[in-house]
Structures are given as C-alpha cells and as structure tokens.
C-alpha cells in the first residue's frame, strides 16, 4: 500500500539525498515515521529522497492498493553535512566523544573505567518515576503564539511562516544546527511546554549590553584529592572525588562518569550556552598519578566555570548532582526527572525572559559578527601559544636540566682536581667549587620542576578555552538562523520578531559571560605564572648567592 501526502509548501534541495517537492503536489512516503524533522518518499518525477515532514499534509483516507504489496522501497542517500564554514565544523573537544554545546544531538563519550553499572540502573517504568523533588513551584503554560487569537487564525498564521520561510535554504537542512538545536522551531511558533517558576531565566540589560541576571545565591564548590574504590569483591576499580559545595558544605561523591552523564544532560538543555568539557578521557593509565593530577585539576576549572555561571550554576540538575548524597533512590529520581526534562530543545527559549527594550536586529547582527572574529583569532593564536608553551616546558624538563647539570659536573670535577695539590690553603676554594657544581646540578633540577608551577595551569586554561571556543560556532549558528529567517520574512513581524529577539538577548548574554569569564581567569592566571616565575628565579638566586659566600670562607 501507498501511503500519500499533498504539499503545502514548494521545497527546493540543496544537499545529496534532498528532493525538491512544489505546492500541492503528491508525494508517496515510504513510511509515517519522521527522522528528524524529515520524511522519506517519492515526488511525481520520480525522484526518491528526503524533505520537511512540517511541509506536506498526509492524507489519510487515500490508499493505494497494489494486491496488497507495496511498491519496493528505493535506498535513498541520507545527506552528510559536510560544510566547511565556521558556523558548521565538526565539535573539537578534549575526549573523543566531546560534542560543543549548540547541537540538539549528542552522544556521552564512553571509556573502560566508565560502564554503566549498578548505582545507574534504572529499570523502573518511566511512568512510575516522581514528577520531581521536594515541593512542587507553582508552574503557567507558556506558548509561543499570541493570546486572544483563535485556532484557526493562529494555524494560519503558522502555514503563512512557514510557506515564508520556505525560500530560506539553508535553515532546512536537517543537520543544520538551527534545525537540531530547536532554534527554527521556536522562531516559527512551534513550541509550547510549562515553565515552572524557578526554570524562568532572565536576561537584564547591562552597561554593555544584554547579561545573564546574577545569581542571588553564588556558591563555589571544591575538588578532593580521588581516591580508589573497588566493587565486585575487588573485580573492578575506579576513582571517586569528593565534591563539597559551599551552599552545603556536605561532601558528596561522585565518577567521572558522573560528570559525563551530567555534561550531556546540560548540553541537550541549553543550546545557546557554552557549557565547559570535561577533561579528557583515558582508557590505559587511568590510575596512573599524573593522569589522575592532571584529570583532577581539569575537573577544578570546569566545577570553577560551572559554579561562575549564573544559568548553569543554579539549574535543577547541576544542583541534583552536587547535593544529593547516598540515597540511591532520590538520585534515580532525579536522574529520570533529568532524562525527561521537557524544557530542552525549542522549549528551552520559553523559559528566557528578555528586557523589556528589544534590541535592534542591526546592532546584534554587527557584534555577532565581531565576536565571531575575535574567537577565531582567540582560537588560533591559542594554539600558538599553546605548543610554544609546551616546546618550553619540554626545554625546561630535559635540555635545560641536561645543561645545567653538565655544568655542574664540570665544576665538580675540577674542584677534583684542586684536591690533588694537598695544600692546605687551598681546602676551602676546592670545596666552593663542589658547593658550586652542586648548585648547578639542583638549579637543573628546579627547572625540570619548574613547569609544573607556571606553565602547565597556563595548558590548562587554554585547553578548557578551547573547549569554549569550539561551543560558539553552533551557539552563533542559532542566533544568525534566526536573524537569516526574520530578513527572509520581512512580512512576518511582532511574533517572529518578538522570538529572534529572546534569541538574540540568549546570545548575547552568553557572549558577554565569556568575555568577563576570560577576563577575569586569564588576569589570575598571568599573575599566578608571573609570582611564580619570580619566586623560581628568587630560588635560583638564593642558591648562587649562597655559593657565592662559600668563596669567602678560610681566605
């Protein structure tokens, strides 16, 4: 059997496995079932692929029979997105499975050290799960149409967007981050959820523009030092840190799995912030010590960058994970509640309360643009000084020591030679220059050690920015489709313009939590590299110095 659909608005391809469909045409499908947004079928040229499920009308009642087969279904090429704009390069992340924040879709990346085991399992019935923790807020239902209108005219309204927007190419590729991040859907009036009270985020405006409203109750949260745990009668190992929130000041335990788990909960529930990546994963040395350093110290900053962020810091489920303790069965229910959340995707702009001034489409259109310069910049000249860093550190570790070593030695062995004259006025010379030859060799040994100090938290924050900086291409890609859908619709004011501009006050919140973010982690850390750098070459100092007496001993 066929299955029909008629057109409701013209469609032109772009990309391999795309079929251009013209209004009130008649399609076949091959099935019911939507991917993303897409379906598959046949147009009356023959032509087999795939087009907006939203642009055509299935018709129930029209049902061809073929004695009871249906006609073979062609394979059709799914389209890979392969663009190379800014707007559209693949996620960089410091594990394997790291995704950047913008995309709708992604995936937890997995290691050895992290299966799912017992403490996750959930095999109670979603429908038997709670609704939630504690008290329930009071909640609204908020949709993105107009009050007062009534179904028909708004259904109208709906068809008349999107037959507008149907000229805008590029926003529907299914693999567009507009499209997958739920950008499209909102700005077209698609979206419709309740938002409780406390998931309400506000946007204020600032002296420099659009800022996320402060959290009125910051906190900060500390790292341990891991320890190793068994399970299985010593079977299996893994490492647990302790976490201790200042708002609670309970410790709480948790994998890096964990952290995994929540990384991924919050990337799918914000689409226009950068959440931070984790640090990478490893699948041999896991317990090695400094992998275990260095995991840890990557662990701070991101706990750092999460409790500093007025959104992130107080969402339900970065909250769930800091404070709930033991009790297995309050974590799993907040963990299902968690995986259901319904404020994710389209529905998450519903919860963003924008000032009451809109901004001028213009004015955001020209700092998007030079944001989008500066990052680029930021990015490559972060690499630079990344691996110059790193070639020094590595100088530092081995030539330099080498080097200062070999010195010493030489003095050393000339000090040796002194002692074979056997006079004894010259006892106390023969030993300045051991004393200085010593120095030398700990000198090498202090810049072996060095990099540690000064450099290596420098690697760090440039590895976590990294992160960031690979987040905001699809962070700017929402914002430039919508700003592309409203140019593309001039007829279409109030609504459409009213969700371009929650969009647009999203983002540039987030642009500016960055800048100050950066300002204020890079200011502390060229400070603590410069303390540190001085306090090292006072070390060194020193040690001449004392060396240096050694020659005024027994003249």
């Known amino acids: 059997m066929a299955l029909k659909a008629r057109v409701l608005y013209d469609f032109h391809s772009e990309n391999p496995g795309e079929i251009s469909i013209a209004e009130n045409e008649l399609v076949t499908l091959f099935s019911e079932e939507e991917l993303e947004g897409w379906l598959e079928g046949e147009n009356i040229r023959g032509e087999a692929g795939l087009f907006p499920a939203s642009y055509v009308e299935i018709i129930r009642d029209h049902i061809a029979s073929n004695n009871g087969f249906s006609s ?20 960089r992340g410091f594990g394997a499975g790291s995704v ?48 007062g209108r009534s179904s028909a005219q708004h259904h109208h309204q709906q068809q008349q967007q999107a037959k507008s927007s149907a000229t805008v190419g590029r ?5 567009s981050t507009f499209v997958k991040s739920g950008g499209e859907a909102f700005l077209l009036g698609e979206a419709s959820a309740f938002v409780k009270d406390g998931d309400k985020i506000c946007v204020v405006m600032g ?58 909960r919050l990337v799918e529930r914000f689409p226009v912030i950068s959440v931070p990546h984790l640090p990478e994963k490893q699948a041999t040395g896991r317990f090695e010590e400094d992998f275990i350093s260095k995991r840890r110290k990557g662990l701070i900053w991101w706990m750092n960058h999460m409790t500093s962020h007025p959104v992130l810091a107080r969402c ?94 030489s003095f050393k062995l000339l000090g040796q030679a002194f002692e074979l004259d056997q006079q004894a006025y010259s006892t106390g010379l023969n030993k300045a220059i051991a004393y200085t030859g010593e120095s030398y060799e700990v000198i090498g040994d202090y810049f072996a050690e060095q990099p540690r100090q000064d450099l290596d938290p420098i690697s760090d924050l440039l590895d976590l920015y990294r992160g960031h900086l690979a987040n905001f291409p699809d962070i700017i890609h929402v914002q430039k489709g919508a700003l592309t859908k409203v140019k593309d619709c001039p007829k279409q004011e ?17 642009i500016q939590h960055f800048h100050r973010t950066r300002v204020r982690d890079f200011r502390s850390q060229m400070q603590h590299h410069l303390r540190q750098q001085i306090s090292f070459f006072q070390r060194i100092t020193a040690r001449l110095e004392d060396a240096l007496q050694r020659y005024d001993e027994d003249q």
């Not at 059709?76 to 996620?91: E, G, K, R």
């Not at 799960?129 to 009050?147: H, I, K, R």
């Not at 200042?246 to 788990?261: E, L």
């Open 72 to 91: 073979p279904k062609p394979k059709v090429a799914i389209p890979t997105h392969t663009s190379s704009s800014p707007d559209s390069q693949p996620h």
């Open 100 to 147: 950047g924040s913008g995309g709708g879709s992604f995936q937890t990346s997995q290691g050895s050290d992290d299966d799912w085991d017992d403490d996750w399992d959930d095999s109670s019935p979603a429908a038997d799960a709670p609704q939630g923790l504690g008290t329930t807020p009071s909640m609204y239902p908020v949709t993105t149409s107009l009050p």
């Open 171 to 175: 926003n529907l590729n299914r693999f």
């Open 207 to 264: 002296k420099h523009g659009p800022e996320w409203q402060d959290d009125p109750y910051p906190f900060t949260c500390t790292i341990d030092d891991p320890t190793k745990q068994t399970k299985f009668k010593g079977m299996k190992s893994y490492m647990s840190y302790g976490l201790t929130p200042t708002h609670t000041n309970v410790q709480v335990n948790r994998r890096y799995k964990h952290f995994d788990w929540l990384y991924a």
């Open 316 to 409: 339900d489920v970065f909250q769930h994970f800091l404070t709930c303790g033991a009790d297995e069965k309050a974590w799993k229910q907040g963990k299902r509640k968690a995986e259901r959340d319904e404020l994710v995707g389209a529905n998450f702009f519903l919860t963003i309360s924008p000032p009451a001034l809109p901004l001028d489409l213009q004015e955001v259109e020209s700092k998007i643009e030079g944001f989008k310069t500066f990052t680029k910049r930021m990015d490559e000249n972060i690499v630079v000084v990344n691996a110059t860093i790193n070639e020094f550190a590595r100088k530092q570790m081995a030539g330099f020591k080498k080097e200062y070593q070999k010195v010493g030695q």
């Open 494 to 510: 109030g609504d459409l313009h009213d969700r371009c501009n929650i969009i647009s006050c999203a983002t540039l919140a987030e």
